[in-house]
């Protein structure tokens, strides 16, 4: 039954309880209409009241609901009779706590997911909103700029202490338009990052309004401080290229035009051309020095190796550079050589190591200097070489820049000993393309002592080519 017809049911009812008490009270027992009335009263109130509580005990469990519902904690429906308007109320309460139910836990797990993907990004992410106070923060940006735990409504100023970021994000929120730049945070120790702030799309009333802006931003932080380094090392080598290859060039020019000119018939012809074959030489050795560092340096730089004894491979090497040390009076001895040991590496390549680093004792040396050859084996684990010389030596605060490419101590007396600032760190290279590190130690005026190390390890089996295990 319709809830109204109860109320009128009830309220009839009770009209004509009061009645019938009042009529007995008049004309059964004779007592003043007045009087008779009250006595009505006093059995129709408590039983009105009785009806009253009756009446407002599913809407007292209705507000309980909906205080339920509020705070998300709804978990059935009132025991209301479904047929009236309460009844339907309450089914349209529990109604709405499900869907509300559904709706929350799909809330929820969005934002699970997106802290799941903010977490593992990279990248740094700051999401303001429109008033330009810091939502969120994720790991990545807390750990790159080690930034505090209580961030959470501050400004990006407060927080990052940078002037060009917090206008550009207040653009964004005013304009709605995205701005990309880069940017040097002192508080990150000097890495530099491409920033990219994208606004929050308005809210549809301000769309209505016809209005730009945004509901707030993300600043997404993507460290390119190593890539601005590897481009600073690609300008460097390409003008560090172009310097060497201008010198010999302008050399061999210069000389050829003054042949053209007319010196071809006179004395110093042969001199002339002469110089012009030296540094024709000079420009052969850079582009094969060039061309081999790019090869050692590329990740298609595999290896040959072979067992090699030791003893042999060290008479070979000295073999190769007998005669440029002859020509200086200097004696290379070998020292420490465990004769029976062998080594697991690319001939071609220790081979170039050993000259190169021979070469350099030999040139750095005075007339009559020793140069020293010994290999230790280290544990059987590995089997470390050094080459020694008592030569010029090399400054302690320019040492590790030596294997740099190009980098020389003395650029005058390199060139006028044919070098071309390459030698070690293509040998730095075959080195570690082996598994092996390599290191200097010396004393200027004294001499310097080359180190390098090889594994004693087997190389991927199976393989011809390849890379150490
Ligand atoms: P370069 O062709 O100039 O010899 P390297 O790469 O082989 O180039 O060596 C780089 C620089 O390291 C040299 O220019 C020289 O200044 C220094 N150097 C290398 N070996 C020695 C050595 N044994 N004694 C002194 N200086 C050396």
Do not use: C
């Amino acid at each position: 039954m319709k809830l109204r017809w109860k109320m009128i049911v009830l309220f009839v009812s009770l009209l004509v309880l009061l009645l019938m008490v009042q009529g007995y009270f008049v004309h059964f027992l004779r007592k003043p209409l007045f009087l008779s009335s009250l006595f009505g009263l006093m059995i129709v109130i408590p039983l009105a009241y009785l009806v009253a509580i009756f009446f407002t005990r599913p809407i007292r469990k209705m507000t309980e609901m909906a205080k339920q519902l509020a705070k998300g904690g709804l978990k059935r429906e009132v025991d209301v009779d479904p047929e009236d308007e309460l009844g339907r109320l309450s089914k349209a309460i529990g109604e709405i706590g499900a869907e509300l139910r559904n709706r929350i836990e799909e809330i929820s797990k969005e934002k699970d997911y997106l802290q799941t993907v903010l977490r593992g990004m990279m990248e740094g992410v700051l999401v303001v909103d429109g008033r330009g106070h810091i939502l969120t923060v994720n790991d990545a940006l807390r750990n790159l700029l080690s930034l505090s735990s209580t961030l959470i409504d501050k400004t990006p100023l407060e927080v990052i202490r940078n002037s060009e970021l917090e206008g550009a994000i207040r653009r964004v929120i005013e304009t709605g338009k995205n701005v990309t730049f880069e940017l040097n945070l002192p508080s990150s120790g000097g890495k530099t990052f491409e920033v990219n702030v994208v606004g929050l799309s308005p809210s549809p009333e301000v769309t209505a309004l016809q209005r730009e802006g945004a509901r707030g931003a993300i600043t997404v932080f993507h460290d390119i401080t190593r890539l601005k380094e590897l481009e600073k090392i690609r300008q460097d080598f390409v003008a560090n290229v172009s310097h060497e290859l201008r010198t010999p060039l302008t050399t061999i020019k210069g000389y050829a035009e003054t042949l053209l000119g007319g010196a071809l018939k006179e004395e110093v012809a042969p001199q002339f051309i002469e110089i012009i074959n030296r540094h024709a030489d000079r420009l052969a050795k850079i582009v094969e020095d060039l061309l081999m560092l790019s090869k050692v340096e590329s990740k298609e730089f595999y290896l040959k190796p072979e067992r090699l004894p030791l003893a042999e491979l060290i008479n070979d090497v000295v073999g190769f550079v007998k005669e440029a040390a002859e020509k200086k009076k200097i004696s290379i001895l070998q020292s420490d050589v465990p004769i029976s040991l062998s080594v697991e590496a690319d001939r071609a390549y220790l081979e170039q190591v050993f000259t190169n680093l021979l070469d350099n004792a030999i040139k750095y040396t005075s007339e009559g200097g020793k140069v020293t050859l010994s290999a230790i084996d280290k544990d059987q684990k590995e089997i470390q070489f050094s080459i020694k010389d008592n030569g010029i030596g090399i400054p302690k605060e320019e040492l590790h820049r030596i294997f740099e490419r190009f980098y020389r101590v003395d650029k005058g007396r390199s060139k006028e000993l044919g070098g071309t600032g390459l030698g070690l760190s293509i040998v730095k290279h075959i080195i570690q393309a082996h598994g092996g590190k390599i290191w200097a130690e010396s004393e200027l005026g004294k001499g310097s002592t080359f180190y390098f190390t090889l594994p004693q390890r087997r190389w991927n089996i199976g393989t011809i080519e390849g890379r150490p295990e």
